[in-house]
């Protein structure tokens, strides 16, 4: 079975079109009595150019779950697709290309090459695959990330808010199925964080990015259209449109 042909089999995604999706995947770390279920069983759909939030208190898994969607680790039953195709049948290298080619990340660490410019960090994927940046796409990305007078710049000399920004660009040049973001804004202070958070909606909006963010801050979760909870390894509520205020008393909730 090819694994196009698995993407449209019964346990498939309903929507073909979510740029993300996830049927009942779980991941246990470890074997025997030091078994760690980290993931039980969670389903959902990323649809195209969709901003959610995945939040949840520390150890309910998060990480795990986007690592599995993302094809960064494996999950240890269920299904994880990009775009339609279910990642989680693909050998090593056809994963590695799907990481490549189909996904782009940010971390909280920005994971910028210091001897590298802003433009040739961010052209930094497309060159390893062999790719030519889309100049429209290139010019788009840019001008929505307001980098164009950085691009010459190598990161140490750029703020931390600009070396993210840039760490951006690099993963939405690839014009990606979906950028996992994890914690985008823990290394930043709130006014450089809130015009991140501006910057990843808009990419939304005006590129039609599909984005999905790891986050414990209900203010970075309310700049999404969405906010999943986790708690012990399940998807267990979901706040469309959310506030700050309606993901705090979410959170609260599920602490109670
Ligand atoms: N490599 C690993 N080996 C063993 N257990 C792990 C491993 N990674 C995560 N876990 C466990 O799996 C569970 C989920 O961890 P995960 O990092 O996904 O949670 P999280 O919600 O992202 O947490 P945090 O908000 O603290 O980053 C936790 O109980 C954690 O201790």
Do not use: W
């Amino acid at each position: 079975m090819t694994a196009h042909s698995s993407a449209v089999d019964r346990s498939g995604p309903r929507d073909t079109t979510s740029a993300a999706a996830a049927r009942d995947l779980t991941k246990t770390y470890g074997t025997g009595d030091t078994a760690v279920p980290a993931l039980r069983g969670v389903t959902a759909d990323f649809g195209r150019a969709t901003f959610t939030a995945v939040m949840g208190p520390s150890g309910s898994g998060k990480s795990t779950f986007m690592h599995c969607l993302a094809g960064l680790d494996r999950p240890t039953g269920g299904h994880a697709y990009i775009g339609g195709q279910d990642i989680s049948v693909l050998g090593d290298r056809e994963l590695t290309r799907v990481r490549r080619d189909r996904v782009g990340f940010v971390f909280q660490s920005f994971n910028l090459l210091p001897t590298l410019t802003a433009e040739q960090n961010i052209l930094l994927p497309l060159d390893l695959a062999g790719r030519r940046a889309d100049p429209a796409r290139l010019a788009a990305v840019v001008g929505s990330l307001a980098i164009g007078d950085r691009l010459g710049h190598r990161p140490a000399e750029l703020s931390g808010g600009q070396q993210q920004r840039v760490a951006i660009a690099r993963a939405l040049v690839t014009e990606p199925e979906v950028v996992f973001a994890d914690e985008p804004t823990g290394a930043l202070d709130s006014h450089t964080a809130a015009t991140l958070l501006s910057f990843l909606r808009r990419s939304c909006r005006e590129l039609g990015q599909t984005i999905v963010m790891v986050t414990h801050d209900p203010i970075a979760a309310s700049y999404a259209d969405r906010a999943l909870l986790l708690s012990d390894g399940l998807i267990v509520d979901e706040l469309r449109e959310p506030t700050a205020d309606a993901v705090l008393g979410a959170m609260r909730r599920l602490a109670a």
